[in-house]
């Protein structure tokens, strides 16, 4: 098995105010290791995500009370897949079953002529997640890619050892990884 692959190409970087050039080696790198890694890491985050939105519908019993209002709801299943950042990975459904028990108004026992009262309460059940498996299948492909820039040209490092240096280097996570395809 394979360590890695990936390839390398040039640029021409420059700074603005001094009009001084210099060429940049960019290499991008995809590991199956890390691949496997982030994969098995998308797997937690939806376990992770899939078991507080379950708790958002208690089950029945004495003081449990589950969410009634449509903007609450939305807003704690919002809350439930951003935090673990499984958002788009995850379909949530809810459905809102209205049960109308009937009971006799007034005291003692019914009868045919006795006033009925009708009661409605609705619960709103949210359904088990199902998971975006297209969704995930397509951002799969994206995993396991690293890109890095270096300025030691290819006589003095080859493209081995500058993909080793990189993997010690400083990755900036929020923005580098995620334009990579990375988290």
């Known amino acids: 098995m394979r360590a890695a692959e990936g390839s390398e190409g040039a640029r021409t970087c420059g700074a603005p105010v001094d009009d001084v050039a210099w060429r940049a080696r960019v290499f991008v790198v995809r590991s199956p290791m890390q691949a496997t890694h982030q994969a098995a890491g998308w ?3 939806l376990r992770h995500a899939e078991t507080p939105l379950r708790a958002l519908t208690p089950p029945r019993g004495r003081g449990k009370r589950p969410l009634t209002d449509d903007a609450t709801r939305v807003e704690a299943m919002d809350r439930v ?18 049960e109308q028990p009937t009971q006799d108004g007034g005291r003692g026992r019914g009868a045919v002529q006795r006033e009925k009262r009708v009661s409605q309460t609705i619960r709103s059940d949210i359904t088990p997640s199902a998971r975006q498996a297209d969704t995930i299948a397509a951002l799969s492909h994206r995993v396991g890619w690293k890109a ?7 006589t003095r490092r080859s493209f081995q050892d500058a993909v080793f ?4 280097a400083y990755l900036d996570r929020g923005r580098t990884a995620s ?4 988290r």
């Open 81 to 98: 897949l951003t935090a673990p950042r499984v958002d788009g990975l995850l379909r949530v459904t809810w459905d809102k079953p209205v």
């Open 165 to 168: 240096c990189s993997r010690h």
């Open 179 to 182: 334009r990579i395809g990375g």
């Open 43 to 45: 797997e937690t985050r």
């Open 148 to 154: 890095g820039v270096t300025q030691a040209e290819h």
